[in-house]
Each structure stands twice: as C-alpha cells, then as structure tokens.
Nanobody, 125 residues
Framework: VQLQASGGGLVQAGSSLTLSCEVS????????LGWFRQAPGKEREFVAA????????YYADSVKGRFTISRDFAKNTVYLQMNSLKPEDTAIYYC???????????????????WGQGTQVTVSS
C-alpha cells in the first residue's frame, strides 16, 4: 500500500487549500483514512478521518467546521478541503490508511499502518 500526498503550498490566512492523497491499493473501499499534521517542534496530531464502511467522519476540534475530509472511490483518493486557514494550521500534513478491521480509534496515529510522505502547508498572517 502506497500513499502519495500532494496539494500543499504557501497561502495567506483566510484562504482555502485542498490536499489530495492517492492510495495505491486494490481494495480502497476497505480502508479507513486519516489526515494528521506536525508543526515544527510539536508532536504529530490528528486532523480528520473517515471510515471505510460508511460516511462517518471525525475531526479535531481545532479544524471542525473549517476542514472537510472526503474520498473519491473512482480515483482511490482522499481529500482534505481546508477553508479559513489560520497561521496555526501551518504544518506538514500526512495522510494515513488502515485496513478496516475490528475497533477503530481514528484519532490515534498508531492505528494506521500506512503513511504518505507529507506535504507542507504554510499559512502566512
């Protein structure tokens, strides 16, 4: 399983940006997907996740109402639409995947076996 993230960049506060993550796997629909981020000097933190089996989504409180996670089954791609960006959203963003099985704790990074390489998002004030 390989994940390829893209779409990062330098934007001004209040702008929007959409991250993409293409997942190279035959059974894309059976994978739970998540986005995490890591700012300089900080630990990696949960951003958003979406279950494989339904439309259930999860968001960190800091991004709820501004970010939206979605997936395109035809393209094996998961997206993170980010609106009203703030300087504190500056980080490297990582997509992650796990084969859907058993209990799922979407906010825990060690739930995910597969990770993309990260894409930098910088929000200027």
């Amino acid at each position: 399983v390989q994940l390829q993230a893209s779409g990062g960049g330098l934007v001004q506060a209040g702008s929007s940006l959409t991250l993409s993550c293409e997942v190279s796997v035959r059974t894309f629909s059976r994978y739970d997907l998540g986005w995490f981020r890591q700012a300089p000097g900080k630990e990696r933190e949960f951003v958003a996740a979406r279950r494989s089996s339904d439309t259930t989504t999860y968001y960190a409180d800091s991004v709820k109402g501004r970010f939206t996670i979605s997936r395109d089954f035809a393209k094996n791609t998961v997206y993170l639409q980010m609106n009203s960006l703030k300087p504190e959203d500056t980080a490297i963003y990582y997509c992650a995947a796990r084969y859907s099985s058993g209990s799922y704790y979407p906010r825990k990074s060690d739930e995910y076996a597969y990770w993309g390489q990260g894409t930098q998002v910088t929000v200027s004030s």
